[in-house]
T-cell receptor
Framework: KAGVTQTPRYLIKTRGQQVTLSCSPI?????VSWYQQTPGQGLQFLFE???????NKGNFPGRFSGRQFSNSRSEMNVSTLELGDSALYLC?????????????FGSGTRLTVV | DQQVKQNSPSLSVQEGRISILNCDYT??????FLWYKKYPAEGPTFLIS?????DKNEDGRFTVFLNKSAKHLSLHIVPSQPGDSAVYFC?????????FGAGTRLTVKP
């Protein structure tokens, strides 16, 4: 079965712009979580969506938002980009969230803000 | 707040020896713990997990130990192989909330 697909793989944006990242979960998975990975900070939780509803949220400013569609695909939006937003953004899917086998991750979107 | 901590950013071991990666957590509500392995340019992949009702789980060369009283878990890799060189993240989970540590870069030298 297809894995978790994130698009685009790489993105370069200018400070102040906004960006939308996309994540297609494994077929049948209803939970999608987003993480930001930066050197030294590891994986920081952004938010989790389940059945089109945000179920959990991490400690990120309101510039970071997301949504989930009826087909479980999810998008993450970052507005008014800052240089510090440069990072690898990973999404992960699971059947219901909290799976005992954890989550399946996509390969990520590398965002560079210049 | 950093609820899950991996205090060693890097670890280097010789091939064939044991690798021990450590992880501490602060939230006693976490009831499931996982280790993920990440290669460059790829997403993390699930490695091994342990429930809070156990203190050890073994899968081949990988063993995870959990010390609930100390809020500490560790991953042992025996014997270590060069292909194990990667970044290892520990994660702690409570219901639908999963938090990760900062990761430890393991280098296994031939």
């Amino acid at each position: 079965k297809a894995g978790v697909t994130q698009t685009p793989r790489y993105l370069i944006k200018t400070r102040g712009q906004q960006v939308t990242l996309s994540c297609s979960p494994i077929s049948g998975h209803r939970s999608v979580s987003w993480y930001q990975q930066t050197p030294g900070q590891g994986l920081q939780f952004l938010f989790e969506y389940f059945s089109e509803t945000q179920r959990n949220k991490g400690n990120f400013p309101g510039r970071f938002s997301g949504r989930q569609f009826s087909n479980s695909r999810s998008e993450m939006n970052v507005s008014t980009l800052e240089l510090g937003d440069s990072a690898l953004y990973l999404c992960a899917s699971s059947l219901q969230g909290g799976s005992v086998y954890g989550y399946t991750f996509g390969s990520g979107t590398r965002l560079t803000v210049v | 707040d950093q609820q899950v901590k991996q205090n060693s950013p890097s670890l280097s071991v010789q091939e064939g020896r044991i690798s021990i990666l450590n992880c501490d957590y602060t939230n006693s509500m976490f009831d499931y713990f996982l280790w993920y392995k990440k290669y460059p340019a790829e997403g993390p992949t699930f490695l091994i997990s342990i429930s809070s009702i156990k203190d050890k789980n073994e899968d081949g060369r990988f063993t995870v130990f959990l010390n609930k009283s100390a809020k500490h878990l560790s991953l042992h890799i025996v014997p270590s192989q060069p292909g194990d060189s990667a970044v290892y993240f520990c994660a702690a989970q409570n219901n639908n909330d999963m938090r990760f540590g900062a990761g430890t870069r393991l280098t296994v030298k031939p």
